[in-house]
């Protein structure tokens, strides 16, 4: 891979129209990008979707916003020390360069979780479960005319990602003025795409495919950026940094969390801490001592009880964070050849320094927070909830316009006019200009979706777009009135 293609910042749309002349700013494309991206309605939202707990009434518990907010704000620190030793030391990029980068890393930070459907993972499961108990009943996922797609199209459905459909919401969904949603340049579309695979070519053996990567739906634009930026197949090399802070950042803000929440304690989480370590605590026990040197740096200030809990948690993720960072910008700087080649298949902070610590505060938050019985209780809700609003509006997308009753045309009209559009409007995005008809006419993604499928599109873009209190406040309504 090559930095000159990789920062591409031809836009989306320009594979199907002549661009416009572009207006004289004082921002970048990628500038432009972040600013899309913060001003969209699928970000506002994210401020009552869950990170860990559902319809949280503690303001000062993250939800998805907040925290992408910090991954946006970490991401762009990290990137901003790689493209200053890309540019000073490796000499392979210029300052501008560098700068694109870092705004890159900045919009994908924010947005990583963008697709993800209400109440976490747990809703994600939820829509994976609909389609499978469908599927039981008999030929529900079963797509005519689909040729050699149709297992792509069914583990579209049954291996259903919240990564997916964030690639699908920035291309498609976000409606303005066209179908090509946010319409981003090519870097920050190719450094957006976390996983590599179809639904179809999924590989376990490979972290970059072991989950889907995008939909059927989105193939075409995928194939168009992958030979835009020179990715191919591989995995963008910002797309590491961003990987790297997500998971950095929610393993460890998520301990913070469960001290707000009370669920564990400081004492507890510390002692935690140690025992998951795997013997490995040289960085562990350096957070610690800075976190109690923070905490009491100032004698006249002398927390007790929880307050001091909460400045312990507090603390430890300061130094958590800047620590696990630190080891994955050298893991970076270690693994960037191969990264660059198309050759690292791994994630970096697992062969990085912080991999123990990382990996401990994993541990104590599957084993210690994220089971703890309210998250679990509202789980459960939350599968309940979401399989019975796709019952629901399945009725209305189901049948062709002229085969609905008035109830089922009432259903479908309540679905967003938005996601309706570009389902009612699919057949009439245009082919990719002729420079692009090599990859056009090489790609599956030109092939005809069958109408079922699309149908259930509609269905999973409409509950994905659901904040945690719209889907409850709109289920109360159409089940209980």
Known sequence: MEWEKLLSDKRVSAFFVEPEPREKNNRTEFERDYDRAIFSTPVRRMHDKAQVFPLEPNDSVRTRLTHSLEVSTVARDMARVIGSWLDKDKKEIDEKQAKAIESIAATCGLIHDLGNPPFGHAGEEAIAEWFKEKNKQGDFLVFSNAGNRKKQLRNDFLKFEGNAQTLRLVSKLQILSDLYGLNFTCATMSAACKYMASSDTIDK?????????????????????????????????????????????????????????????????????????????????????????????????????KSRD????????VWAIGES??????????????????????????????????????????????????????????RRVIHDLMDIFWKGASKKQDERTRFEKGIYNLMSENYRTVFERITDLPAPLPKYSDVYNKSRGNEKLPENYCCMQLVTDYICGMT??????LHRQLTNG
């Open 468 to 473: 945690d209190t719209f889907a409850c406040t």
């Open 325 to 382: 960072v630190y080891a994955a910008i050298e893991t970076f700087k270690e693994k960037y050849e191969d990264i660059m080649n198309g050759d690292y298949h791994n994630e970096l902070f697992e062969d990085s320094k912080a991999r123990s610590l990382i990996k401990a505060c994993k541990e104590v938050g599957v084993n210690h927070v994220y089971c703890v019985e309210q998250v679990v209780k509202k789980e459960v809700m939350a």
């Open 310 to 317: 909460e400045a312990m948690a507090q603390a430890f993720r």
């Open 205 to 305: 053996n490979y972290h970059e495919k072991k989950k889907v990567g995008y939909f059927a739906s989105e193939e075409l634009i995928i194939d168009l950026v992958r030979n835009e930026t020179g990715t191919g197949e591989s995995k963008n090399p910002i797309t590491f940094i961003v990987e790297a802070v997500d998971d950095i950042v929610f393993s460890v803000v998520d301990l913070e969390d469960g001290v707000k929440k009370g669920v564990v304690d400081w004492k507890m989480l510390e002692k935690l801490l140690r025992d998951y370590s795997e013997g490995n605590n040289e960085i562990l026990e350096a957070c610690f001592e800075r976190a109690e040197k923070l905490v009491a740096k100032d004698p006249l200030v002398k927390l007790k009880g």
